[in-house]
């Protein structure tokens, strides 16, 4: 044969989908791997999910993403979950595996990956600001990459304490709930500092999550779950108070990464879908 006209398919379903950029970065890396691999990206209603995911499954595609609001809703249209995706109890990737649909959790596992840049969390000491599905996820992946301890401070006490609970009870991290007071203090003895809220997100790109930034000193990593703006108040004031940071646009490339390998098998290049991302200017 000489032409192939059936091209693979993957993609994304979400609502509202028109803001979401993953099909730049995901596109960009087929191109890069000369993968004649489409990303289709599809607004989906919550009534509609089960008919799409029976609809990807008739069509035989690959796999595909799932954001908000279907992250733990598509659970019950698939044939089983991945490990950590069990414990953090949604999923945001499904890979096909024979005539299988198998849910994945790689929102923490692309934070992990795209912190290890910077530092390796086995054996570190970690607070995370946020409970909400972002520190859910982020949490486990830590716990499971073998941080020796992570304090969950969140705006709201029941969700921060169920966060920590669950870390206790399925992973073997120190774990513990902290309110956030004003002006919260960190504690010298952090190595990591993790912001998982949506504070700071476009377009409230001036908002600040309530932290004495005098506290952060330069032994510290400071990683943001915001991609949109990559360089958030936060991050710009831990690189003035020396610490290194990491941001959360390395955070949703690596999760593209991890979804392509098990999509494809292969390994996509992070820097080529990081400039497809940044030449958008989000
Ligand atoms: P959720 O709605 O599940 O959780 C929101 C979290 O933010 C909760 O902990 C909530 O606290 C907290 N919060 C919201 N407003 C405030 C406030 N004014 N002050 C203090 N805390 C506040 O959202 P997600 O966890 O899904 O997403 C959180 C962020 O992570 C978003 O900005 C999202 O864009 C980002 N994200 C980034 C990804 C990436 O790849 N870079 C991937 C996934 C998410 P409370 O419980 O008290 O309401």
Redesign the pocket.
């Known amino acids: 044969m000489d032409h192939d006209f059936l091209h693979p398919l993957t993609g994304s379903f979400a609502m509202p989908a028109a803001e979401n950029p993953t099909v730049v970065m995901i596109e960009a890396a087929y191109r890069q791997l000369g993968l004649d691999w489409r990303y289709i990206n599809c607004e989906v209603r919550p009534e509609g999910l089960g008919d799409a995911v029976r609809g990807a499954r008739a069509m035989g595609w690959r796999g595909f993403n799932c954001s908000i609001p279907h992250k733990v809703a598509v659970i019950e249209h698939l044939d089983g979950l991945g490990a950590s995706a069990r414990i953090i109890g949604a999923v945001n990737t499904i890979v096909r595996r024979g005539d299988r649909l198998i849910g994945e959790n790689t929102?923490g596992q692309?934070f992990v990956q795209a912190l290890r840049d910077v530092a390796d969390p086995a054996g570190k000491a970690a607070l995370i600001f946020?409970?909400?599905?972002?520190?859910r996820a982020v949490a486990v992946e830590l716990a499971l990459a073998g941080a020796a301890r992570i304090r969950i401070v969140?705006?709201?006490r029941e969700?921060g304490m169920e966060l920590a609970d669950l870390l206790v009870r399925h992973t073997p991290v120190d774990a513990a709930y902290l309110p956030?007071e004003e002006r919260f203090r960190i504690p010298a003895d952090t190595d990591l500092v993790i912001h998982?809220?949506?504070?700071g997100?476009y377009p409230h790109v001036d908002a600040m999550?309530d932290i004495d930034i005098e506290t952060l000193l330069p032994h510290m990593v400071v990683a943001d779950?915001?991609?949109n703006p990559p360089l958030t108040r936060l991050l710009r004031a831990a690189t003035r108070r020396g610490c290194r940071v990491a941001d959360?646009l390395g955070?949703?490339v690596n999760?593209g990464v991890i979804g392509i390998k098990h999509w494809t098998g292969m390994d996509a290049d992070a820097d080529v879908m990081r400039s497809a991302l940044l030449e958008l200017r989000l």
């Open positions: 929102d692309g946020g409970a909400g599905g972002a520190a969140n705006r709201g969700r956030w998982a809220t949506s504070v997100l999550p779950g915001i991609h959360g955070m949703l999760q």
